[in-house]
Every structure is written in structure tokens, then in C-alpha cells.
């Protein structure tokens, strides 16, 4: 049987380990809905909605951690959409948690070098400076890899079908990888040695781009390639709190 932890005992662990107040966002990351003081349970999403909200509320959770949390930019009118999401955990006196640009270039748990970890590449280095923070990977597998190999791994490591713009080599010594939306830098990622950029969603600006370059572009899914940073904070956390844990899966296709 899980134990209780308080609320705000792992809300400042996970202030400190992701450093979300050193990291520049348009998101406001760390505690954005405050919940119940003791929590047992915990789940874990990689966007907040009504369907998470709600499956986290059928699991009886007591703080739904997420890396796309309630708000972009400037806080947003309570009304509509938002409204009912912020409705909805307030009455379930959930806690909502946001990591979103913290735990995609954390160097521990975050997406992109877990995705390194999941494809068996070593990070090297950092590239792709967004907002004063370097996001993305370099990462080199052990030995050079058929590009077309390569796609079949990250279809069978992270379940879905990846789409490939194949501007550049035919064999991949180092591949650059940022999670999510990073196709814009396509042009950085070959400018720094990469033969290939692994990314989530694809962008009709990023082809030309890509050929320009001569980098061969991935798009492996914005959803999919963020599932992977949360759950392995999901495991850590598991490990330091007795604390029940669970995954929310609610792909979205993108």
C-alpha cells in the first residue's frame, strides 16, 4: 500500500531536480494547480485535459504531473476550455504539476536524452539554444547506422510510424535529437556534425531546409517522442517516495 508524502515535499524535489526556476519558458513550470496537502498517488501525462484530468480522477490520484501544462505566454481569460480544466481539479482537489522545457534537455531523465538512451546512443554534447537553454542532443551510436535501420528501431522503440526527409547520408554517425516541435533546427543540427535530426513534429518550413542542408530530417511524433522523459521521472520519483505511480497514455496521432 502506497504511503503519504506531502504535497509540497515533492513538489520542491522536483522544483530543485528539474530546475525549473533556472530554465527561461513560455510555460509557467513547477505547481500551476494547487491540491490536497498529502498525496499517495501520483500520474503522470504528457498533456493536461479533460481526458487526463479525468483518468487521473478515476485513479484516484492526489497530483498529476505533465509537460504541457494549463498555460502559454500570458495567463489566459478562466473561461471555456480552460475554465473546465481548471474546474474539474479544483473540485478534485487535484495538484497539477508542469515540466515542459526542464525535462526536455534535463540531463537525467529529460525526453531527449532518454530518447538517446532508448536508441542506444551516447550524448556527446548540447545544441539547439532555445530561449538562453541549449534543448537538444548530439548523441553517436556505438557504431555507424543504416539510416533506414535507424527508422526501424524508432518505429519499435517508441510505437509509432516516423516519417523521414532523406537529405543526407545514408549511414548515421551522429544523430541530433530534440523532442516535440525542433525541426527548426535542422539547419544547426548538420552546421554541428549531424548526419540526422530526430525530432516530433514535422513542419512544412523544415523540408527545404532539411534538403538545403543535407540532413536527413525524422519526425517520429510530437506525443511520442515526450512520453519518454515522464516516465522516467515517473520511475524516479517511484524510487525516492513511497508513492503509487501511473502513466496516462492519450496519443493524440501528432
Sequence with gaps: MPSSVKRDQITGYLDEFLRVHDVTDSSPNGLQVQGVADVSRVAFAVDVSMQTIAAALRAKAHMLVVHHGLWWGSHEQ???????????????????????????????????????RLLEMDVMAW????????????????????????MKT?????????????????RVRTAGIISGGGAMFAEEARRVGCD????????????????????NLVFAGHYATETVG?????????????????FIPAPTGY
Design 230 to 246: 515522464l516516465r522516467a521521472l515517473e520511475r524516479r520519483l517511484k524510487k525516492l517516495y513511497p508513492v503509487a505511480t501511473r
Design 154 to 170: 524508432i518505429e519499435k522503440k517508441l510505437g509509432a510510424a516516423p516519417d523521414l526527409l532523406p537529405f543526407g547520408p545514408a
Design 196 to 215: 540526422i535530426l530526430i525530432t516530433g513534429e514535422s513542419s512544412h518550413s523544415a523540408y527545404h531546409m532539411a534538403k538545403e542542408a543535407g540532413i
Design 127 to 150: 545544441f539547439g539554444e532555445y530561449k538562453g537553454t541549449a534543448i537538444g542532443a548530439i548523441a553517436r551510436p556505438q557504431k555507424a547506422l543504416k539510416r533506414d535501420e535507424l
Design 78 to 116: 478562466i473561461a471555456g476550455n480552460m475554465h473546465g480544466r481548471i474546474s474539474a481539479l479544483i473540485k478534485g482537489d487535484l495538484s497539477l504539476y508542469a515540466a515542459h522545457l526542464p525535462l526536455d534537455c534535463h540531463p537525467e531523465v529529460g525526453n531527449n536524452v532518454e530518447l538517446a
